[in-house]
């Protein structure tokens, strides 16, 4: 097993062992420690939650044929350097071609769009990395929109750095898909990604103890391996994006002295779609779950649009997501509604992969208490498609549309026909400790004429089988108010696309 990292600089090749393992990403750049010489200080600091995009930098990986390295951008700062086994990070000092700038860089320059230049690492490689997504593709205005809200400019400079991103020639961008594509360096990582990895390891009886100066950092590349570092260790800490340790980290609120990341291994990363039914690994990343559903589950994947930044969507799984088990997460009220299930591995007798199936609803036992032994792992989510007749509507609201968390989230899963509702499954988050089904409501609904007043009597029966507290996203009151509303925003939703034929 190997005992170190290995991953690319700017297409310089690391191999990392000690204190620097469980540094984040920006600390490792900007204190000198990846050139040993000269900081790399083009990727900025400012809020270190993962919001503002200044720390933008492209990470790329194989390929699942191992033919190319696929690049994507994420936040440096709530990433850690033991995510990078067998990566490739290009950082907005690697972009340019010796002393010309890159062709996103002249466009800025052209357009005059950095004022104070804070920020204006982050959009040139945020940037870049829409190139590398749509190679040779000119983006839209919308497209650009959308790319660009994990980036924020405090000058307030947004009008000329969109006039630059429209002047990009993409024929002629030279992202960092295309520049740091070396066979020598493809084929390393991908040798490297079928190595399992144990990094700065810690005597047994040390571990969790005493604070520790290196974090032990085992990196599976096989299901196998995962669950036997989890048996063998199950205080460790379970890491896939890092996207809310990364916060809690910067915070001074939580450092883990053992991590086992699961990001990298092949069964957790699987997308397959069958008859009814769409299967996520757990280590998939948001925006695959995105492209997964974006034709089978659309109303999902418009939900998943506001799901953090692009880079945190390149980052954060659905399996963290669940794990976290925070009652205002945007993904759970869909699946509570779904009736999806999870599919729990460890290790069994002799050696061999068990599984067991849990309903989503079962899985949550309280506020982040779950039915998950200390030995077991989330391997998949079982998704159900909605069959003809069916439809779907999900609402988050939140203070701003974008990177903002909900104060309150609301599924409706409804059957419809002759008029009448068949069946009716809601689900609320934001408004208790866990997601919740709202019964009454759904008695309300079932077997009843589809109109305003049916839905509005279900509104009402769900606000009385809530309980919300009171926090600096909304009043208690504000939330039962909002639950009520929904039910008849969504019969005008629901309504706006059926026939006439279901309309009372």
Not at 36 to 43: I, Q, S, V
Not at 68 to 78: E, G, H, K, Q, V
Not at 168 to 179: E, I, L, N
Not at 328 to 345: E, K, M, R, V
Request: glycine content about 8%; hydrophobic content about 40%.
């Amino acid at each position: 097993m190997r005992d170190h990292l290995v991953f690319y600089l700017n297409g310089a090749r690391q191999e990392v062992r000690g204190p620097a393992v469980g540094m984040t990403v920006t600390d490792y750049l900007r204190y000198g420690v990846a050139c040993r010489t000269k900081p790399l200080t083009g990727t900025k600091v400012a809020c270190a939650e993962g919001d503002c995009g200044a720390c933008t930098v492209l990470v790329g990986r194989p390929s699942a044929d191992g033919a190319r390295l696929i690049y994507n951008t994420i936040d440096a700062c709530i990433a850690f350097v033991y995510q990078l086994d067998h990566a490739s990070v290009v950082t907005v000092e690697g972009i340019a071609d010796a002393d010309k700038l890159s062709t996103v860089q002249q466009a800025m320059v052209d357009c005059h769009g950095s004022q104070c230049g804070f920020c204006t690492p982050g959009f040139v490689m945020a940037l870049h990395g829409l190139q590398a997504e749509r190679p040779g593709q000119e983006l839209s205005d919308e497209e650009l929109r959308i790319g660009l809200s994990g980036n924020l400019c405090r000058c307030t400079g947004y009008t000329q750095i969109l006039e630059a991103a429209h002047a990009v020639d993409a024929k002629q961008c030279a992202t960092g898909d295309s520049r740091y594509q070396v066979p020598a360096m493809l084929e390393d990582l991908v040798e490297r990604s079928s190595e399992s990895a144990r990094v700065n390891p810690a005597p047994a009886a040390g571990r969790n103890g005493a604070p520790a100066t290196h974090v032990e950092a085992v990196i599976p590349a096989t299901l196998a391996d995962l669950l036997a570092a989890r048996a063998e260790n199950p205080d460790a800490k379970l890491v896939a994006g890092a996207t809310d340790l990364g916060v809690q980290h910067n915070h001074g609120r939580f450092t883990p002295e053992s991590v086992i990341v699961a990001s990298r291994v092949a069964e957790l990363m699987r997308v397959e779609k069958k008859p009814g039914q769409l299967t996520i690994g757990a280590a998939v990343t948001w925006d695959r779950v995105e492209q997964a559903v974006v034709e089978v589950l659309p109303e999902f994947a418009h939900i998943l649009s506001r799901f953090g930044s692009p880079q945190v969507r390149h980052a954060g799984t659905m399996g963290g997501n669940l794990a976290n088990a925070s009652p205002i997460a945007d993904s759970i009220p869909l699946l509570y509604a779904a009736g999806a299930t999870l599919q729990l591995a460890s290790l069994g007798s002799g050696k061999k992969v068990g599984t067991r199936s849990v309903e989503i609803q079962d899985f949550y036992l309280g506020y982040k208490q779950l039915d998950l032994r200390p030995d077991e792992i989330i391997e998949s989510i079982n998704l159900p498609l909605p069959a003809e007749g069916t439809a779907v509507k999900l609402y988050k609201v939140s203070k701003r549309r974008d990177m903002d968390i909900s104060t309150v989230t609301a599924a409706f899963w409804m059957a419809w026909g002759s008029g009448q509702v068949k069946s009716a499954r809601v689900a609320l988050g934001g408004v208790g400790p866990t997601v919740v089904r709202a019964p009454a409501a759904e008695a309300a609904l079932t077997g009843a004429t589809w109109s305003l007043e049916t839905c509005r009597r279900a509104g009402r029966a769900a606000r009385g089988e809530v309980h919300p507290i009171s926090d600096v996203r909304g009043a208690a009151d504000y939330r039962l108010q909002l639950v009520e509303n929904l039910f008849a925003k969504c019969f005008h939703d629901l309504s706006a696309d059926l026939p006439a034929s279901e309309l009372a």
